[in-house]
């Protein structure tokens, strides 16, 4: 859902989040005259698992309808979507359609991409635009904070309007641990750190550090990590988070557990707290998660200062190769996706996204995604979802996300966990190209 309240200079990345496996065929035409258009099938690569059946589905349902065949290749997990596309680019196999996150994604594919027309433009204020050209077509709006049972939560006496503090927080945890017994759970808390999985604190997690406290669009600690700095105060807060975090995690789920672990955890009643976005939906639906959930802001400012918003924004965008021969087949899918009941019906009901569309009429029934449509329209606090994607390639995931591993397993302490994330920091002016 559009809303004029954010604003257009949203450049970001994220699903989101991840697909399962790479898996089907590519096409890549060899005409480099911006797609004159011939070609009735398009191959579309994406990058989450969460919305692969639902996608797949539509894009058959629009394919017969429109006499295209629309290929769907996923990525997700381990799978590096940047590292298969360069794979495909040098083989002559590149699909038609894929996707960035944000900027970087742009930096790195820019010479490869085309500006886009279409009237979905008119109806959005969350695409991709570099000066006055648009590039990506946002997927969906989404977001996150730290989701909670509110089943969970009452029953250990509990509000979850009142965990609006980082003291608050650690009160209700410490609470929830000393009532593990009694509520039936395994864990407090549901995330982790394993190898594939360090996106969720390498990413999600610390992308707190980049805009928690800050207006939507601050990019005032991005660009100081951008330099090579951190601001040790900061620094020093964001680790008491995630200090918390870990404390109140299964050992064995935070070290070794999968986000499929995580989901289960949470949906059968076994976590009070996930640690994840509202593109759980559908996953926590087949989970037959039936509670009333919702999000706490992360709590990352320290005792002297509350977080008060949730991370929403467009977090990935479908770009379109530009030798692509098959542009007004994708225009129409495009276009398609914003203006019709049943593109509509996708992004809302069957893939359960917050659409990003001013003309949609549906709303979201799932009840993260819910949760922040209704956050949204209230006009509630909101941090930057994109600043993440102004680091350099994989650089959270790959450099980041082990250090938090390191810090789960117990071989560092928390003054060694801060040492090797401002070691890391150090390096990004160097990784940035230019």
């Known amino acids: 859902m559009a809303n004029k309240w954010f604003k257009k200079s949203l450049m970001v990345g994220l699903a989101g989040l991840a697909l399962a496996g790479c898996a089907s065929g590519g096409n890549q035409s060899n005409s480099s005259n911006g797609g004159s258009e011939s070609k009735k099938e398009f191959t579309l690569y994406s990058n989450k698992s969460e919305i692969q059946e639902a996608l797949t589905a539509y894009a058959k349902e629009w394919g017969d309808k429109n006499g295209v065949k629309v ?23 590149a699909p038609d359609v894929f996707i960035i996150e944000g900027q970087a994604g742009y930096d790195l594919w820019k010479d490869n991409l085309q500006p886009l027309k279409g ?23 989404e977001g996150y904070g730290l989701a909670y049972n509110k089943e969970i939560l009452t029953k250990a006496g509990i509000d979850p309007a009142t965990l609006t503090s980082f003291e608050a927080v650690e009160k209700a945890m410490a609470t929830l641990e000393s009532k593990k017994d009694e509520l039936g759970l395994s864990t ?6 394993k190898e594939g999985e360090t996106w969720i604190m390498g990413i999600h997690d610390f992308g707190a550090y980049l805009s928690s406290g800050l207006p939507n669009g601050d990019r005032s600690v991005t660009n100081q990590v951008l330099k090579g700095e951190m ?17 109140h995690t299964d050992k064995k789920l935070l070290t070794v557990g999968t986000q499929e672990d995580m989901d289960s955890a949470f949906a059968s009643g076994k976590a009070a707290f996930l640690h994840q976005g ?36 467009a977090p990935s965008y479908y770009v379109v190769n530009k030798d692509t021969k098959a542009l007004d087949s994708i225009n129409k899918f495009f276009n398609d996706l914003a203006d019709t009941k049943e593109g509509q019906d996708y992004i809302v009901n069957k893939a359960n996204m917050i ?22 329209s209230a006009k509630k606090p909101v941090y930057s979802f994109d600043n993440p994607y102004f680091m350099p390639d994989n ?40």
């Open 71 to 93: 290929n769907i290749k996923t990525c997700s997990g381990s799978c590096k979507i940047s590292d298969q596309l360069k794979t495909e680019f040098t083989a002559g196999t």
């Open 119 to 141: 009237d979905w433009i008119d109806k959005t204020e969350f695409e991709f635009k570099q000066g006055n050209d648009v590039y990506g077509f946002p997927v969906s709006v």
């Open 188 to 193: 407090v808390v549901a995330t982790a750190t």
């Open 231 to 247: 601001d040790k105060t900061r620094l020093e807060n964001y680790t008491n988070w995630v200090e918390l975090l870990f404390k």
């Open 278 to 313: 509202n593109w759980k939906d559908p996953n926590l639906k087949q989970l037959n998660a039936n509670f009333e959930m919702g999000f706490i802001p992360y709590q990352t400012l320290g005792k002297d200062k509350n977080a008060d918003g949730l991370f929403i924004g």
């Open 355 to 376: 659409s990003p569309f001013a003309n949609t009429t549906e709303k979201p029934s799932a009840p993260l995604s819910r949760f922040l449509a209704e956050w949204v």
């Open 395 to 434: 650089f959270l995931m790959n450099k980041l996300g082990p250090i938090y591993g390191q810090y789960a397993q117990g071989s560092i302490d928390k003054a060694k966990f801060q040492e090797l994330i401002i070691n890391q920091i150090k390096e990004v002016p160097s990784l940035i190209k230019k």
